[in-house]
């Protein structure tokens, strides 16, 4: 089991930069698929970006494609996610998820994910 803890969130003007971290704790990090999830008032979770394992592929939702950018580093157990361009629609609740599922398809369904971590607040003036 893995527990995950973001932080990095905070208040950001349009077309700022923002980094966001996760941090894992427990065994195998490197044997879990990562991604990041937002939700603002209102509205569902939605995917963000996901990394495999080795981080050999990237995957991003539309919205963010170009601006945001995950990594990941296994020996330190986390997962990251650069946001530049900010946008005031990127405001939300950040979250990082874990599976070890293993798909040749980018996960990005809410259900496919495991183990999440309590959520990083991002907001973004005009």
């Known amino acids: 089991q893995v527990q995950l803890v973001e932080s990095g969130g905070g208040l950001a003007q349009a077309g700022g930069s923002l980094r966001l971290s996760c941090a894992a704790s427990?065994?195998?990090?490197?044997?879990?698929?990562m991604g990041w999830f937002r939700q603002s008032p209102g509205k569902e979770r939605e995917f963000v970006a996901a990394?495999?394992?080795?981080?050999?592929?990237?995957d991003y939702a539309d919205s963010v494609k170009g601006r945001f950018t995950i990594s990941r580093d296994n020996a330190k157990n986390a997962v990251y996610l650069q946001m530049d361009s900010l946008k005031p629609e990127d405001t939300a609740v950040y979250y990082c998820?874990?599976?070890?599922?293993?798909?040749?398809?980018?996960?990005?369904?809410?259900?496919?994910?495991?183990?999440w971590g309590q959520g990083t607040q991002v907001t973004v003036s005009s």
């Open positions: 998820g874990a599976t070890r599922v293993v798909s040749r398809r980018p996960l990005t369904g809410l259900s496919s994910y495991e183990y």
């Open positions: 990394i495999t394992r080795s981080s050999t592929r990237t």
């Open positions: 427990g065994p195998n990090f490197s044997n879990y698929y």
